[in-house]
Nanobody
Framework: QVQPVESGGGPVQAGGSLRLSCEAP????????MAWFRQIPGEEREGVAS????????YYVDSVKGRFTISQDNAENMVYLQMNDLKPEDTAMYFC????????????????????WGQGTQVSVSS
């Protein structure tokens, strides 16, 4: 396996919760940064959250702070995104991504630093 594999998306009502899972690449131990991005058709892919694999520190886009939590299980090579209090504007395809470099405050949300991407899982939030 060389690409992340996402799961856990689906339809949910506003105010509800979902937990996305990402089975990380087989070479997970060489990755420094794992992240979740989302994309709406016709728009740019947006960084949602990232986590440094070794240190565990995290970054979030402002719109999800206090509602989403990224976490990891290094023993299982898994990364999660717990999404609470979901809003219609959270509707998007969510992608898991891996980078060899560390997540840093200045560039963790740039899609160009990630070289391994999953196929995505759709999240649809209805009002």
């Amino acid at each position: 396996q060389v690409q992340p594999v996402e799961s856990g998306g689906g339809p949910v009502q506003a105010g509800g919760s979902l937990r996305l899972s990402c089975e990380a690449p087989g070479y997970y131990y060489t990755m420094s940064c794992m992240a979740w991005f989302r994309q709406i058709p016709g728009e740019e892919r947006e960084g949602v959250a990232s986590i440094n694999v070794e240190r565990g520190d995290t970054y979030y886009v402002d719109s999800v702070k206090g509602r989403f939590t990224i976490s990891q299980d290094n023993a299982e090579n898994m990364v999660y995104l717990q999404m609470n209090d979901l809003k219609p504007e959270d509707t998007a395809m969510y992608f898991c991504a891996a980078a060899a470099g560390e997540c840093l405050a200045g560039d963790w949300a740039s899609k160009y630093m990630y070289h391994s991407w999953g196929q995505g899982t759709q999240v649809s939030v209805s009002s």
